[in-house]
Antibody
Framework: QLQLQESGPGLVKPSETLSLNCSVSGGSFSRSTYCWGWVRQPPGKALEWIGSFYRGGSTYYNPSLQSRVTISVDTSTNQFSVRLASVTAADTAVYYC?????????????WGQGTLVTVSS | EKVMTQSPGTLSVSPGERATLSCRASQSVNNNLAWYQQKPGQAPRLLIYGASTRATGIPARFSGSGSGTEFTLTISSLQSEDFAVYYCQQYNDWPRTFGQGTKVEIK
C-alpha cells in the first residue's frame, strides 16, 4: 500500500523560501516509469498543480510558479521535495504530494494527507 | 493554458437522487480528463480517469462521459458519503489544470 507523507514548517515568513519534503513508502518510488508531483490548495479554494517529475528524467513546472519553484529528489532515500522562493500570503495553502497514475504525468491516483503552510510574519 | 470551468458551483440534491456535474475545457483535451472527490480536511480521491474509466474501488454509481471540451460526472443515486466537492482535471497539456470545483450538498 503506497503511502505519501508531507513534512516541513507550517509557518514561513514573507519573502522567505518554503521547503517541504514528501516521504514515500510502500513501493514504486524506485520505478522510473512513475511520475510524482506537488499540488496545492489555498484555504477554501481550488486545487493548483505546482509541478511533476519522472525520477531520473524530466521535471515540469506550472508556468505561473516556474520562476520560484524547484522540485528535487533525494536518490538515497524515498523522498522528494519542493522549494518555493520569495513567498507571499498568496502562497498560503495546503500542499499535497502525490503520485500520478500508470506511468505518466497524467491523473493523480495517490495523495499524501497534505500539510498546511501559512505565510505570515 | 487550458482553463477548466465546472458548473454548477453548488448542487443541492436529496439522498437517492441523481447528480449531474459538468466540466468544460477552453480547448479540446480529447479524453484526457480525470474527476476527483474531496471531503473536508481530506486529500482528493481519484474517481474517474480517461473521462470514463472508474478508478480502483470506485462504486458503479459514479460514471463519467464526454470528450473534447464537454464532460459530465454522474452520480446515479446519491449516498450520504457522496456529499463533497468534486474537481475535474485535464492532463492533455501542460500545465495540468483543475476546475474550480462543484460542491454537492444535501438538499
Amino acid at each position: 500500500q503506497l503511502q505519501l507523507q508531507e513534512s516541513g514548517p507550517g509557518l514561513v515568513k514573507p519573502s522567505e523560501t518554503l521547503s517541504l519534503n514528501c516521504s514515500v513508502s510502500g513501493g514504486s518510488f524506485s520505478r522510473s516509469t512513475y511520475c510524482w508531483g506537488w499540488v496545492r490548495q489555498p484555504p477554501g479554494k481550488a486545487l493548483e498543480w505546482i509541478g511533476s517529475f519522472y525520477r531520473g528524467g524530466s521535471t515540469y513546472y506550472n508556468p505561473s510558479l516556474q520562476s520560484r519553484v524547484t522540485i528535487s529528489v533525494d536518490t538515497s532515500t524515498n523522498q522528494f521535495s519542493v522549494r518555493l522562493a520569495s513567498v507571499t500570503a498568496a502562497d498560503t495553502a495546503v500542499y499535497y504530494c502525490a503520485r500520478h497514475g500508470r506511468g505518466g504525468c497524467y491523473w493523480f491516483d495517490d495523495w499524501g494527507q497534505g500539510t498546511l503552510v501559512t505565510v505570515s510574519s | 493554458e487550458k482553463v477548466m470551468t465546472q458548473s454548477p458551483g453548488t448542487l443541492s440534491v436529496s439522498p437517492g437522487e441523481r447528480a449531474t456535474l459538468s466540466c468544460r475545457a477552453s480547448q479540446s483535451v480529447n479524453n484526457n480528463l480525470a474527476w476527483y472527490q474531496q471531503k473536508p480536511g481530506q486529500a482528493p480521491r481519484l474517481l474517474i480517469y480517461g473521462a470514463s474509466t472508474r478508478a480502483t474501488g470506485i462504486p458503479a454509481r459514479f460514471s463519467g462521459s464526454g470528450s473534447g471540451t464537454e464532460f459530465t460526472l454522474t452520480i446515479s443515486s446519491l449516498q450520504s458519503e457522496d456529499f463533497a466537492v468534486y474537481y475535474c482535471q485535464q492532463y492533455n497539456d501542460w500545465p495540468r489544470t483543475f476546475g474550480q470545483g462543484t460542491k454537492v450538498e444535501i438538499k
